[in-house]
Nanobody
Framework: QVQLVESGGGLVQAGGSVRLSCTSS????????MGWFRQAPGKEREFVGYISWNGGSTYYADSVKGRFTISRDNAKNTVYLQMNSLKLEDTAVYSCARSRSMFVIATMTATRPQSYDSWGQGTQVTVSS
């Protein structure tokens, strides 16, 4: 069973930036697309973005497009979420996830939580005014 561990969350002022990391224990990390999701109190889990297995493709939710960037370093088994121009509504627990399928997955498939079978424990990001 692969383990995913997020880090980098914390308290940040509106307009600021933070970078989250997600490191995988799996030996085949580079074979899987990775997604980022978030969940705010009282709300359902929300898709943030995903990156393809080789880093060649990314896709973001409209709410974060142009502000957030996902990248990966397969040599380090790590995927990153760079969050800029943070807003109060970005406050949430952010989790990374590994896709169920190896290699290519359809973009719309990547937006659904059920397309992922391994999840990190999440890291809290709180944006203050």
């Amino acid at each position: 069973q692969v383990q995913l561990v997020e880090s980098g969350g914390g308290l940040v002022q509106a307009g600021g930036s933070v970078r989250l990391s997600c490191t995988s224990s799996g030996r085949t990390f580079s074979n899987y697309a990775m997604g980022w999701f978030r969940q705010a109190p009282g709300k359902e889990r929300e898709f943030v973005g995903y990156i393809s297995w080789n880093g060649g493709s990314t896709y973001y939710a409209d709410s974060v497009k142009g502000r957030f960037t996902i990248s990966r370093d397969n040599a380090k088994n790590t995927v990153y979420l760079q969050m800029n121009s943070l807003k109060l509504e970005d406050t949430a627990v952010y989790s990374c996830a590994r896709s169920r399928s190896m290699f290519v997955i359809a973009t719309m498939t990547a937006t659904r939580p059920q397309s992922y079978d391994s999840w990190g424990q999440g890291t809290q990001v709180t944006v203050s005014s």
